[in-house]
């Protein structure tokens, strides 16, 4: 079945300790979004791909980043988490923009000690 | 940007009895608002949307509808079950800068035996 894949689903890093999150989807869809979902609140857009066209929000910290290598892969970056960034991050997908459907992946859920 | 308000927080409703969830958006440019279901450590999935060229649009026991003018959509579960319980999710999207979806804070649905 074509799906979004995240890996790990869960993982632990050190407060500081550079710590990567995959996602890949087989639906072959143009666009890819990283959300950040705390506990009891709605998913936050940090950013997206449109195809290799980055897209920041405004409000995303600098120790987020993001690559796209290719079609089907993307990979989250957190340069030196803080306790304040444990939370559930969230892949999806969209055929071409949000006007259709977001597939979501399970998620990772990122702890920091 | 697109800002989205949704309430309940909260919802208990006996099984059986219709669930009435409410959304605002801010943004009149905004064309697409969707209806996400999210199960306790599960990712979020969609269950209904709405385009802004359509005022009511059901599935099933699930509806919405869509005030353009007053800015606001509702979802409609009737004759709720158990599996109905879970967070509710609105969204907005009104195609600016970001292509990411902008949600409402969820609204935890509690059916009641």
């Known amino acids: 079945d074509a799906m979004v894949i995240q890996n790990p689903r869960y993982q632990v890093t050190q407060f500081g300790k550079p710590v990567t999150l995959s996602c890949s989807q087989t639906?072959?869809?143009?666009?890819m979004y990283w959300y950040q979902q705390k506990s009891s609140q709605a998913p936050k857009l940090l950013f997206h791909y449109y195809d290799k066209d980055f897209n920041n929000e405004a409000d995303t910290p600098d120790n987020f980043q993001s690559r796209r290598p290719n079609t089907s892969f993307c990979f989250l970056d957190i340069r030196s988490p803080g306790l304040g960034d444990a939370a559930m991050y969230l892949c999806?997908?969209?055929?071409?923009?949000?006007?259709?459907?977001?597939?979501f992946g399970p998620g990772t859920r990122l702890t920091v000690l | 940007g697109e800002n989205v308000e949704q309430h309940p927080s909260t919802l208990s409703v006996q099984e059986g009895d219709s669930a009435v969830i409410k959304c605002t958006y801010s943004?009149?440019?905004?064309?697409?608002f969707p209806w996400y279901k999210q199960e306790l450590g599960k990712r979020p999935q969609l269950i209904i949307d709405?385009?802004?060229?359509?005022g009511e649009k059901k599935d099933q026991r699930i509806a919405v509808t869509l005030n353009k003018t007053a800015k606001h959509f509702s979802l409609h579960i009737t004759e709720t079950q158990p599996e109905d319980s879970a967070v509710y999710f609105c969204a907005g999207y009104s195609g600016g800068g970001a292509d990411g979806l902008t949600f409402g804070k969820g609204t935890h649905l509690i059916i009641q035996p």
């Open positions: 709405i385009r802004s060229n359509v």
């Open positions: 999806a997908t969209s055929l071409n923009q949000a006007y259709n459907e977001q597939f």
């Open positions: 943004d009149s440019a905004s064309n697409y």
């Open positions: 639906l072959n869809h143009n666009v």
